[in-house]
């Protein structure tokens, strides 16, 4: 499956980039990429743990970036 979330509060490419570096990182992630500029995450998990992993990338956001959320 893959969904597209909106980003709040993302402060900067660099931000960005370690962002979807530490979520490419996680088990499960098939594929993840943050753009900066329209401040979006796409996301890429197989169907039957989709919400398992987005939980997971929900809560790394927020230990790395704790001013940036994921609307859902």
Do not use: H, W, Y
Not at 43 to 52: G, H, K, T, V
């Amino acid at each position: 499956m893959r969904k597209s979330f909106k980003l709040d509060e993302i402060d900067c490419a660099n931000c960005a980039q370690k962002l979807e570096d530490a979520i490419n990182g996680l088990e499960g992630v098939e594929s993840a990429s943050v753009n900066f500029m329209t401040q979006k995450l796409t996301l890429s998990a197989p169907d039957n743990i989709f919400d398992n992993v987005l939980d997971r990338v929900v809560k790394l956001t927020a230990d790395l970036e704790p001013d940036c959320e994921i609307l859902r």
